[in-house]
């Protein structure tokens, strides 16, 4: 904790001298934090690109356009002149409902009402909110730019059904009360849990009408019952999104001068406002783009929707959201921080799916100080301001009110003291209830292992928001704690040390490979002598490779995942019975519960309250679907541990496959049929050059066997249901069981005329038939449970799995078209010069030694360890022409792999019995 300095008033006297009032604060000079990227001048970067794209255009000017070399030469120089950036890192806030996230993000963006508010009564309750750049209005009058996404239809319908439900069993749960078999429940519902679902359904429904008296017209138990009413809600979102204005895709766009008026248009669509068709249950994402400096930098927020939503779909929702982004940032109120429950579950949460350093955890009200508690501290340094304060109050009340020159000016200085030495108080307070929230945050998290811990700021927008409101600042109207104390500061320069080296990667390929490759071009234009024939034969042969050896390649990467996949599983097999015995017998327990419980634990998707009386179960409730998690954990350990060593080599395994590629090109380019000097160009351009083409694959290669990896830890803790969430394996099965069971019924008896008496079920009864419908849905049809969960566990990884191997596979066809496109650039012209195009290549050539400085110029802007590591090491592909590598495919190479590394076993002891006593005694003496 930094030490507060404590003046005397003859000292604070001269202090305050020297001390300027206060301007409002200027984010626009803020400093960035200590990084490489930060100290990379980009705007002379960006400049001296664009004078060297202008160059080469300025040369080009008024080219022939059939003159195909001169044409890529100009398309290539305007792609010089800008950066090409990565994807914005995507930032979700995540916290519980009036935890401060949008006056966090108001305060980040240093713009206020650019995100709604608990204080308007119009916070965003379930629709995520998406900042992204608007980079048009850098240079010009700033547009703020509105989109809104609406849920996709299988998403819908799932939530309608739920919202219903919900409904129907709020008003009308004393109809199905009236069954024979329906024993009086020992405890009441939780009626406030109960009247939260029905509140959270009614204002989603009444949204979806635009009033409640249109609702309850349209609502009637029976229509429900029959599921038409679910039927109907999808009609009524198809007229709500016509009303809203959508397009195809069913997106509507808006547009405003500033965040006041785009929010304007928008609040219906994040929130409930009075007398407005809302439509904000109804929306996936809402996207606010604006020009920001930080946005700018390659970051993109996300203002997410609170967690502890009472709909279940919402909260499945959010889930996803939060496995899609690259760092969260955990919010809580300052003041339940230490033992908010939540908090600490979501952070966990966070740093087991995105990594610790990627997680950063904010506290958003510091400021909140009892006046109460200022004076009650008697350690130090309270105890020395108090009784400076005292003394202060004390000259204050000795003074005369007359209006005497020095009486005033000594009385506005003992005002200013006494301000000061509260404000001390009040700073002192903050930074030493930080410091100790920190380390019992940090204790929590940390558990009984060492690991690295995110940082945890402390921030309060509201006081940062004031440092924005006035133009100047008296000393006693100034707020109390300084701009970096508000902590607002310090967020964005850790989110911005984030994002700073995928920044400098992209500069850095730009200036090293990107800009290289334009002057590359312009001297195979200008060197008549390198536009040799061979090379297009080369190139026609190099297309072979991509024939015979690609697509034969990516077919049986696919069949080893595909194997591996099918080996995992087939660990479990002989587990299964074992696995859907103990899930049979939780079936059975599940059917002791009493009538009451059992369904409420069916209409809670599986979750159960806590109660007085669930027969045989814990009295503090339970979850459903945990309970069949917890025992598929052990089925799944295995699976992602056998899974695991499998793909223990694979990274060795693709090394040999990318050495049989790089021997087939050589072997290609040896068999082209072109001259000696144009075949040892191509292969100096495959593998001698500083980023050669086989690195380039194998990187992509590593990166494909990290992306399974993760893939399947992330696979493993989706099917385990880690950290609670309703996003999970056996949840995605249980959904509409759970509402199927609820739901079921046999057929009434005929009432008896003239005689009122509760509904009489045909045999077995209601609740019988429900327990049995239940057994059946687990164990009775012909795929039972725990052969339905692995099943689809592994079509998902399978799914996922396939998607990264196209998407990956697709990058090195890139890479080899490439090559080819290189090897192209080099044939024999198929169309005459023109004299004017002449002109222009002679002026190209004489101007191509500039470029060639200016570029360099423009590479020694950078950090020297960059262009140390541009090419000082050599290629590990530079030697590999005379690899033995025979014709074997990718399974054939995997399974020699595996068998290499698979631990020799120890031969197998005789169990011939030796008859021979004294063999026998010597046997048993030498063990």
Same mark, same amino acid.
């Given at each position: 904790?930094?030490?507060?300095?404590?003046?005397?008033?003859?000292?604070?006297?001269?202090?305050?001298?020297?001390?300027?009032?206060?301007?409002?604060?200027?984010?626009?000079?803020?400093?960035?934090?200590?990084?490489?990227?930060?100290?990379?001048?980009?705007?002379?970067?960006?400049?001296?690109?664009?004078?060297?794209?202008?160059?080469?255009?300025?040369?080009?000017?008024?080219?022939?356009?059939?003159?195909?070399?001169?044409?890529?030469?100009?398309?290539?120089?305007?792609?010089?002149?800008?950066?090409?950036?990565?994807?914005?890192?995507?930032?979700?806030?995540?916290?519980?409902?009036?935890?401060?996230?949008?006056?966090?993000?108001?305060?980040?963006?240093?713009?206020?009402?650019?995100?709604?508010?608990?204080?308007?009564?119009?916070?965003?309750?379930?629709?995520?909110?998406?900042?992204?750049?608007?980079?048009?209005?850098?240079?010009?009058?700033?547009?703020?730019?509105?989109?809104?996404?609406?849920?996709?239809?299988?998403?819908?319908?799932?939530?309608?059904?739920?919202?219903?439900?919900?409904?129907?069993?709020?008003?009308?749960?004393?109809?199905?009360?009236?069954?024979?078999?329906?024993?009086?429940?020992?405890?009441?519902?939780?009626?406030?849990?109960?009247?939260?679902?029905?509140?959270?359904?009614?204002?989603?429904?009444?949204?979806?009408?635009?009033?409640?008296?249109?609702?309850?017209?349209?609502?009637?138990?029976?229509?429900?019952?029959?599921?038409?009413?679910?039927?109907?809600?999808?009609?009524?979102?198809?007229?709500?999104?016509?009303?809203?204005?959508?397009?195809?895709?069913?997106?509507?766009?808006?547009?405003?001068?500033?965040?006041?008026?785009?929010?304007?248009?928008?609040?219906?669509?994040?929130?409930?406002?009075?007398?407005?068709?809302?439509?904000?249950?109804?929306?996936?994402?809402?996207?606010?783009?604006?020009?920001?400096?930080?946005?700018?930098?390659?970051?993109?927020?996300?203002?997410?929707?609170?967690?502890?939503?009472?709909?279940?779909?919402?909260?499945?929702?959010?889930?996803?959201?939060?496995?899609?982004?690259?760092?969260?940032?955990?919010?809580?109120?300052?003041?339940?921080?230490?033992?908010?429950?939540?908090?600490?579950?979501?952070?966990?949460?966070?740093?087991?799916?995105?990594?610790?350093?990627?997680?950063?955890?904010?506290?958003?009200?510091?400021?909140?100080?009892?006046?109460?508690?200022?004076?009650?501290?008697?350690?130090?340094?309270?105890?020395?301001?108090?009784?400076?304060?005292?003394?202060?109050?004390?000259?204050?009340?000795?003074?005369?009110?007359?209006?005497?020159?020095?009486?005033?000016?000594?009385?506005?200085?003992?005002?200013?003291?006494?301000?000061?030495?509260?404000?001390?108080?009040?700073?002192?307070?903050?930074?030493?209830?930080?410091?100790?929230?920190?380390?019992?945050?940090?204790?929590?998290?940390?558990?009984?292992?060492?690991?690295?811990?995110?940082?945890?700021?402390?921030?309060?927008?509201?006081?940062?928001?004031?440092?924005?409101?006035?133009?100047?600042?008296?000393?006693?109207?100034?707020?109390?704690?300084?701009?970096?104390?508000?902590?607002?500061?310090?967020?964005?320069?850790?989110?911005?040390?984030?994002?700073?080296?995928?920044?400098?990667?992209?500069?850095?390929?730009?200036?090293?490979?990107?800009?290289?490759?334009?002057?590359?071009?312009?001297?195979?234009?200008?060197?008549?002598?390198?536009?040799?024939?061979?090379?297009?034969?080369?190139?026609?042969?190099?297309?072979?490779?991509?024939?015979?050896?690609?697509?034969?390649?990516?077919?049986?990467?696919?069949?080893?995942?595909?194997?591996?996949?099918?080996?995992?599983?087939?660990?479990?097999?002989?587990?299964?019975?074992?696995?859907?015995?103990?899930?049979?017998?939780?079936?059975?327990?599940?059917?002791?519960?009493?009538?009451?419980?059992?369904?409420?634990?069916?209409?809670?998707?599986?979750?159960?309250?806590?109660?007085?009386?669930?027969?045989?179960?814990?009295?503090?409730?339970?979850?459903?679907?945990?309970?069949?998690?917890?025992?598929?954990?052990?089925?799944?350990?295995?699976?992602?541990?056998?899974?695991?060593?499998?793909?223990?080599?694979?990274?060795?395994?693709?090394?040999? %496959?990318?050495?049989?590629?790089?021997?087939?090109?050589?072997?290609?380019?040896?068999?082209?049929?072109?001259?000696?000097?144009?075949?040892?160009?191509?292969?100096?351009?495959?593998?001698?050059?500083?980023?050669?083409?086989?690195?380039?694959?194998?990187?992509?290669?590593?990166?494909?066997?990290?992306?399974?990896?993760?893939?399947?830890?992330?696979?493993?803790?989706?099917?385990?249901?880690?950290?609670?969430?309703?996003?999970?394996?056996?949840?995605?099965?249980?959904?509409?069981?759970?509402?199927?069971?609820?739901?079921?019924?046999?057929?009434?008896?005929?009432?008896?005329?003239?005689?009122?008496?509760?509904?009489?079920?045909?045999?077995?009864?209601?609740?019988?038939?429900?327990?049995?419908?239940?057994?059946?849905?687990?164990?009775?049809?012909?795929?039972?449970?725990?052969?339905? %969960?692995?099943?689809?566990?592994?079509?998902?990884?399978?799914?996922?799995?396939?998607?990264?191997?196209?998407?990956?596979?697709?990058?090195?066809?890139?890479?080899?078209?490439?090559?080819?496109?290189?090897?192209?650039?080099?044939?024999?012209?198929?169309?005459?010069?023109?004299?004017?195009?002449?002109?222009?290549?002679?002026?190209?050539?004489?101007?191509?030694?500039?470029?060639?400085?200016?570029?360099?110029?423009?590479?020694?802007?950078?950090?020297?360890?960059?262009?140390?590591?541009?090419?000082?090491?050599?290629?590990?592909?530079?030697?590999?022409?005379?690899?033995?590598?025979?014709?074997?495919?990718?399974?054939?190479?995997?399974?020699?792999?595996?068998?290499?590394?698979?631990?020799?076993?120890?031969?197998?002891?005789?169990?011939?019995?030796?008859?021979?006593?004294?063999?026998?005694?010597?046997?048993?003496?030498?063990?």
């Amino acid at each position: 904790m930094v030490p507060i300095p404590l003046p005397t008033l003859e000292e604070f006297a001269v202090w305050l001298k020297t001390q300027p009032n206060p301007k409002r604060y200027d984010v626009t000079i803020e400093d960035m934090p200590d990084t490489p990227w930060s100290r990379l001048p980009r705007t002379t970067i960006d400049t001296r690109l664009k004078e060297f794209a202008q160059r080469i255009t300025i040369c080009l000017d008024k080219y022939p356009y059939d003159d195909k070399e001169l044409d890529h030469i100009e398309k290539a120089a305007q792609s010089v002149s800008q950066v090409k950036r990565s994807p914005a890192m995507q930032v979700a806030f995540v916290g519980s409902q009036a935890a401060g996230k949008s006056k966090l993000l108001c305060s980040l963006f240093s713009l206020d009402g650019v995100s709604p508010t608990g204080t308007s009564g119009k916070a965003c309750t379930s629709t995520a909110i998406r900042y992204k750049n608007y980079a048009e209005g850098k240079d010009g009058p700033t547009k703020f730019h509105g989109q809104t996404r609406f849920l996709k239809t299988k998403k819908l319908e799932a939530m309608f059904k739920e919202l219903c439900r919900n409904y129907y069993y709020f008003h009308h749960a004393e109809e199905d009360s009236e069954d024979e078999d329906d024993p009086e429940s020992e405890e009441a519902p939780d009626q406030s849990k109960l009247e939260a679902l029905k509140d959270t359904a009614e204002d989603i429904l009444v949204a979806l009408w635009g009033s409640k008296q249109s609702f309850l017209e349209s609502w009637s138990p029976s229509v429900f019952k029959s599921g038409a009413f679910v039927r109907l809600c999808q009609l009524k979102f198809k007229e709500a999104i016509d009303f809203a204005n959508v397009d195809s895709d069913s997106i509507a766009y808006m547009m405003g001068n500033d965040q006041h008026q785009l929010l304007g248009q928008m609040i219906r669509f994040m929130s409930q406002v009075e007398g407005e068709k809302c439509l904000w249950p109804l929306v996936d994402h809402v996207i606010i783009s604006f020009y920001s400096q930080w946005l700018e930098q390659g970051l993109e927020c996300i203002d997410s929707p609170g967690f502890g939503d009472s709909n279940r779909q919402r909260a499945r929702h959010a889930d996803e959201i939060r496995d899609s982004v690259q760092v969260e940032v955990i919010v809580c109120n300052t003041t339940r921080i230490e033992s908010d429950e939540m908090f600490l579950q979501q952070a966990r949460t966070a740093i087991n799916l995105h990594g610790a350093e990627n997680v950063r955890l904010v506290a958003t009200y510091i400021d909140i100080i009892d006046d109460n508690q200022k004076g009650q501290n008697e350690c130090e340094p309270y105890s020395t301001i108090n009784r400076l304060l005292e003394e202060t109050r004390e000259m204050l009340a000795s003074l005369d009110d007359e209006d005497d020159v020095e009486q005033i000016v000594k009385r506005n200085l003992l005002e200013k003291y006494e301000k000061y030495l509260d404000r001390c108080v009040k700073r002192h307070m903050i930074a030493e209830r930080a410091e100790r929230l920190t380390k019992a945050i940090g204790d929590k998290l940390q558990g009984r292992s060492a690991g690295i811990l995110p940082p945890i700021i402390h921030t309060s927008p509201e006081v940062y928001m004031e440092w924005l409101e006035k133009p100047k600042f008296t000393f006693k109207d100034q707020p109390a704690l300084s701009v970096e104390e508000t902590g607002i500061p310090q967020l964005r320069r850790e989110l911005l040390a984030l994002v700073a080296p995928q920044n400098m990667q992209d500069y850095e390929s730009h200036v090293f490979v990107t800009a290289p490759a334009v002057i590359e071009k312009i001297i195979r234009t200008v060197r008549v002598d390198i536009h040799e024939g061979g090379f297009v034969t080369i190139a026609d042969a190099f297309e072979v490779v991509g024939q015979k050896f690609m697509v034969p390649w990516k077919t049986g990467v696919m069949k080893v995942f595909q194997d591996m996949s099918e080996k995992s599983m087939k660990k479990l097999r002989a587990d299964i019975p074992a696995l859907q015995n103990r899930i049979n017998m939780k079936v059975e327990e599940w059917c002791k519960l009493n009538f009451a419980a059992f369904n409420r634990a069916m209409k809670g998707k599986g979750a159960l309250p806590n109660g007085k009386s669930y027969a045989k179960a814990p009295q503090s409730g339970r979850n459903l679907d945990k309970e069949l998690s917890d025992i598929l954990t052990p089925g799944i350990s295995k699976w992602a541990n056998t899974h695991a060593s499998f793909m223990a080599h694979m990274e060795e395994v693709f090394c040999k %496959a990318i050495d049989q590629l790089h021997r087939r090109v050589i072997n290609e380019l040896d068999d082209a049929g072109g001259n000696m000097v144009t075949v040892e160009k191509a292969k100096v351009k495959w593998h001698n050059d500083k980023n050669s083409y086989p690195e380039k694959i194998k990187t992509d290669m590593m990166v494909l066997v990290t992306d399974i990896q993760r893939l399947t830890k992330r696979a493993s803790d989706w099917a385990v249901m880690k950290d609670g969430r309703e996003n999970n394996l056996v949840g995605s099965i249980t959904n509409e069981w759970y509402d199927d069971i609820h739901d079921a019924a046999p057929k009434l008896k005929p009432p008896v005329p003239g005689r009122k008496q509760k509904k009489v079920y045909e045999k077995p009864g209601r609740f019988q038939f429900q327990k049995n419908r239940m057994k059946s849905h687990f164990s009775g049809s012909k795929v039972q449970f725990v052969e339905h %969960a692995f099943q689809k566990l592994q079509a998902k990884v399978d799914r996922d799995t396939g998607a990264l191997v196209d998407k990956h596979f697709e990058r090195i066809n890139d890479i080899l078209s490439e090559f080819a496109e290189h090897l192209r650039g080099r044939k024999m012209l198929d169309y005459q010069i023109s004299e004017h195009g002449r002109a222009i290549r002679a002026d190209l050539k004489e101007l191509l030694p500039h470029l060639q400085d200016e570029l360099h110029q423009i590479q020694s802007l950078f950090p020297r360890r960059v262009k140390e590591e541009d090419g000082a090491s050599p290629s590990k592909f530079a030697n590999y022409a005379d690899l033995n590598v025979d014709d074997a495919t990718f399974p054939e190479i995997y399974d020699r792999v595996m068998k290499m590394k698979k631990p020799a076993q120890a031969p197998k002891r005789s169990t011939k019995r030796d008859d021979d006593p004294k063999t026998k005694r010597m046997r048993i003496e030498q063990s």
